[in-house]
């Protein structure tokens, strides 16, 4: 650091002619002051000329310039070190003596590059799922992240850079990048130099034939005793002959099914299903695995799963008024399903209500009395096209009651039932209605497409649903409606009206549809349209959201666990969330955890609002920890109240990030791809001493200029001080005071 130029810069706060100008009558008025006095002649002249002393002083003070220092910084240049931290950098499909990380980390520590990196300010970066500034390297440092986003990756680093001095960037990486990005802007002027971190396969080393489980699909929920499908999709590679194997389905070490799958010449995909009914309820893990003669690596030969296994859903009364197409095809779509139960009634023309058999359609038993034990025994209630006299006001408050203490309440939009005289504008439903219609609110007759919200498609119970491409559109739609307070929409029409809204009352809820058009989505099914079964589906998934399974149910006065994934990458963070019912003392609560190696750990769990990182469509209050699993394989948990007397427990699955280990060699033709598009260097192992040989980066100097006054000197001020202290000294003495 340098000052190779200095300057005076005389810029005055007053000018000197003023400072003269008031130096006269200063004068003149301070001799006055003294002239009056007692003291003899020499006297006044010595107390005059302190003062004045004291005035040409700070004039000085005032005339004092400024000074400007110009200095000169030479920077080095900026050599950027983006280490690959995914999972796959610990692959070694070739075994060789050290795999890609152990390799990176040498080339780190290779004396020839320590000399190179003295003449660059170096800034290490971590690419993975995302990129980490200001690395530290250690042998302790973990390879996990389960995504490579390579590229992007790199355009943040010049993106963060772009004011250095940046000559180039170091990239040690397998380049299995799992971005469609590229290159963009900046990225595209800054070299990439990349050493070869996996040597060329001999012909000894040349791959041998691997089967592997690709993907598995499978319900993340199943109903006891009901029958659910499991998909897979095994892959062949490095080979040719044809081969039949095994697939079994296992839990507990047994085998619950088992199926055959035969590879022809020279086939590498084989799709597999098999079927089972789960008999037991709670988080049931599962095992799929293939028993393959002729495979090199076993150990992608099985994967685990957990499906949660409800009980069947109870009884589900309906009642209609008027029968209309939306009864007959919601009738239907119930009585078609295996895990519901429909009791139905359709109102006749003097009012009374007649019983559809659910077998045989035929009219039967009169509608059940709406007290506590009779309602007890249904899940839900649907209540379709309805006037306000249709049930009773002491009804209606049994029905609200039902809902308060856990039941399902679903309102079938009709003109009759929406309108001023209709059930839903009795006083008894006041307070659990998801929506209020305004004056003038009327069955807009148009075609208009709908599609799920932010909450809709952030509820689990609809989740099935949002694989379709696109929702039918609907031939009408009650409006203006206006939501509760404590409402959600999670179905709404392209110009943002309410189709499908929901709530929660007590503990219990409550949806309506907007709509008496919405069977036509059923005609798609009967056509063999796109949309087939996509109507039973809705009604299905509505159902479920409406009356969660009797377990759950439970839950309401006891502890539920809340997980967004029961199957986790390793290393990742898992929220784990509680909620707590009326009975449960919340004071205390914690997360019990069983590792796969079988120890135990012991989590508190804080108070906290659970949103969507918990699975909930809506913030409620719980209570919430953290978890990272270290280990793959299935860990245990059981959230826990301090007195015992209330637990949930869960299986989480942590598994080896599947996209990281694909046993896939290094991709070379990407890694030179960028190295050339960059203006960088792609090098084989064996040279890779001289990678940055052709690094250009050259320093750069910084002018820096500081300007500062001369004035502030403490000698300055100290004189100055001096003379008023002196003067009220002698003034002090002389009695002047």
């Known amino acids: 650091m340098t000052f190779p130029a200095a300057a005076i810069m005389f810029s005055p706060v007053i000018p000197l002619w003023a400072i003269i100008l008031c130096a006269l009558p200063f004068g003149f008025f301070a001799w006055r002051t003294y002239s009056a006095c007692t003291l003899n002649k020499s006297e006044r002249f010595f107390l005059w000329a302190l003062r004045m002393l004291a005035f040409v002083c700070l004039a000085f003070l005032l005339l004092q310039p400024s000074r400007r220092e110009t200095q000169l910084r030479v920077e080095k240049p900026v050599l950027a070190v983006v280490l690959d931290c995914s999972a796959s950098m610990r692959d070694n499909p070739y075994q060789q003596a050290q795999n890609r990380s152990q390799r990176a980390l040498a080339f780190l520590k290779k004396s ?40 992007p990756a790199l355009n943040q680093v010049s993106e963060r850079l772009r004011g250095e001095n940046l000559a180039g960037v170091l990239l040690l990486s397998d380049g ?21 971190l996996e040597d060329p396969p001999s012909a000894a080393q040349q791959p041998k034939q691997d089967f592997f489980l690709q993907e598995i699909q499978y319900p993340k929920r199943a109903t006891v005793n009901w029958e659910l499908k499991i998909e897979a999709t095994i892959r062949r590679k490095n080979g040719a002959e044809p081969q039949t194997f095994p697939v079994e389905l296992r839990q507990h070490g047994s085998t619950l099914r088992s199926t ?51 009980d069947a859903q109870k009884r589900i009364l309906y009642l209609e008024g008027v029968p209309r197409w939306e009864f007959k095809y919601l009738k239907r779509a119930l009585l078609t399903d295996k895990q519901q139960q429909l009791t139905a009634f359709v109102q006749s023309a003097g009012g009374a209500f007649i019983n559809f058999d659910e077998h045989d359609s035929t009219a039967a038993a009169a509608l059940p009395e709406f007290a506590d034990q009779t309602l007890r025994e249904f899940s839900t209630i649907i209540l379709g096209d309805l006037g306000d006299q249709a049930l009773s006001g002491k009804d209606c408050l049994s029905i609200a009651k039902f809902v308060e203490n856990g039941g399902g309440l679903l309102f079938l939009g009709a003109v009759r039932s929406c309108g001023p005289e209709g059930l839903l504008s009795k006083a008894e439903f006041k307070d659990l209605a998801p929506v209020v219609s305004p004056a003038g609110a009327q069955m807009l007759e148009q075609r208009t497409a709908v599609s799920f919200t932010a909450a809709g498609r952030a509820e689990p119970a609809f989740a099935p649903l949002l694989t379709e491409p696109r929702l039918p559109p609907l031939l009408s739609c009650w409006s203006p409606v206006e939501p509760g307070p404590f409402s959600t929409v999670f179905l709404a029409t392209a110009e943002a009206a309410p189709v499908l809204v929901g709530r929660r009352f007590g503990q219990g809820r409550v949806g ?15 056509a063999g349209g796109t949309e087939k079964a996509l109507y039973g589906r809705f009604i299905t998934q509505l159902l479920q959201w409406l009356s969660p399974s009797n377990r759950q149910q439970n839950q309401d006065n006891g502890i539920q666990l809340l997980l967004a994934e029961q199957e986790v990458d390793l290393w990742s963070r898992v929220q784990i969330g509680a909620l707590c019912g009326k009975a449960v003392d919340s004071n205390g609560i914690a997360c019990r955890i069983i590792t796969p190696e079988g120890k135990s750990l012991a989590l508190p769990m804080v108070p906290a ?37 209330h637990s949930e427990g869960a299986l989480l699955l942590a598994k080896q990030p599947a996209l990281e280990y694909t046993g896939e060699p290094i991709q070379r033709q990407w890694l030179q791809r960028l190295a050339r598009d960059s203006g960088g260097e792609f090098l084989p192992w064996s040279d890779s001493d001289r990678l940055l040989a052709t690094l250009k980066g050259s320093s750069r100097s910084i002018e820096m200029v500081r300007e500062y006054s001369l004035w502030n000197r403490w000698p300055w001020l100290a004189l100055l001080l001096s003379l008023f202290c002196l003067e009220w000294y002698f003034r002090r003495r002389w009695d002047l005071v």
């Open 260 to 310: 055959e799958v035969s590879f022809a010449t020279n086939e590498n995909f084989k799709r597999v299903s098999l079927t089972y009914e789960p008999s037991e309820l709670g988080n049931q893990l599962f095992q799929l695995a293939m028993l393959p003669d002729d495979d090199s690596e076993r150990q992608n030969n099985q994967r685990e799963f957990v499906i949660d296994v409800t």
């Open 176 to 196: 299995l990048d799992q971005s469609a990005a590229w290159l963009e802007g900046r990225a595209r002027q800054v070299p990439v130099y990349i050493p070869e």
């Open 512 to 526: 309506i549809i907007l709509s008496d058009s919405l069977w036509r989505w059923q005609l798609g099914a009967e």
């Open 609 to 645: 609002n659970l949103g969507e990182d918990f699975g909930l469509s809506q913030k409620e209050s719980g209570f919430a920890c953290e978890f990272v699993p270290e280990l793959p394989g299935t860990y245990k948990l059981e959230v826990l109240a301090r007195d015992g007397l």
């Open 112 to 151: 020839h590059l320590k000399r190179k990196l003295a003449d660059y300010r170096v800034k290490y970066f971590a690419a993975g799922s995302a990129l980490q500034e200001d690395l530290v390297l250690s042998p302790e440092l973990s390879f996990a992240e389960p995504r490579s986003l390579l590229a």
